[in-house]
């Protein structure tokens, strides 16, 4: 079964520093799609970046970019640039090998917090 | 933003009662889904659909069931609402686009069951 785990709870970063949202995953399946996800407090799901198992590169997304491990089956979120307006939960997902479906399994979620 | 409408958007009923959330697309994308969001737990994949009258359990699907008899309406039924279903559900929409095809999700709908 395919699993998501996001270990930090929270994370605090000053205002226009980098900070990296930690993500690991286990599946057996060769190919899957990785997902970030922001949730800010009016509670919508904002899509943020995208990784396939088979990219070569590391998805960038603006400030964001999708540091992709995989071997240490990992795909850390970096923001760049911290802004206010990044504070916010951010879930990572994953999805089973394509079927054209997009069944995202979540991970619990990071809390982020920009202080100024 | 994807088209995507849920209704209610808040709603608290008591133990025992029948529920129906709505989730409307006018964005004609084959496949839908209802979540569940829950502290600790993330989100959670109840049930899917990918096209009229085809609809499939998720992880978390008991007590629940759905039906699709449009395109674009997707509804999810608690027959017999319990404490454990106060929630927030979330609705989402994907379309077959590729390979980084993602999924647009409603605004949700905060479900309380005293």
């Known amino acids: 079964a395919q699993k998501i785990t996001q270990t930090q709870p929270g994370m605090f970063v000053q205002e226009k520093e980098a900070v990296t949202l930690d993500c690991t995953y286990d599946t057996s399946d060769q190919s899957y799609g990785l997902f970030w996800y922001k949730q800010p407090s009016s509670g919508e799901m904002i899509f943020l970046i995208y990784?396939?198992?088979?990219?070569?590169q590391n998805a960038t997304e603006g400030r964001y970019s999708l540091n992709f491990q995989k071997a240490r089956k990992s795909a850390n979120l970096v923001i760049s640039a911290s802004q206010l307006g990044d504070s916010a939960m951010y879930f990572c997902?994953?999805?089973?090998?394509?079927?054209?479906?997009?069944?995202?399994?979540f991970g619990t979620g990071t809390r982020l917090l920009v202080s100024p | 933003d994807a088209g995507i409408t849920q209704s209610p958007r808040h709603k608290v009923t008591e133990t025992g009662t029948p529920v129906t959330l709505r989730c409307h697309q006018t964005?004609?994308?084959?496949?839908m889904y209802w979540y569940r969001q829950d502290p600790g737990h993330g989100l959670r994949l109840i049930h899917y659909s990918y096209g009229v009258k085809d609809t499939d359990k998720g992880e978390v699907s008991d007590g629940y069931s759905v039906s699709r008899s449009k395109t674009e309406d997707f509804l999810l039924t608690l027959e017999s609402a319990t404490s454990s279903q106060t929630s927030v559900y979330f609705c989402a929409i994907s379309d077959v686009v590729g390979d980084t095809g993602e999924l647009f999700f409603g605004e949700g709908s905060r479900l309380t069951v005293l």
């Open positions: 964005e004609n994308h084959r496949y």
């Open positions: 990784q396939g198992s088979y990219d070569e």
């Open positions: 997902a994953m999805r089973e090998a394509n079927t054209g479906f997009q069944k995202l399994v």
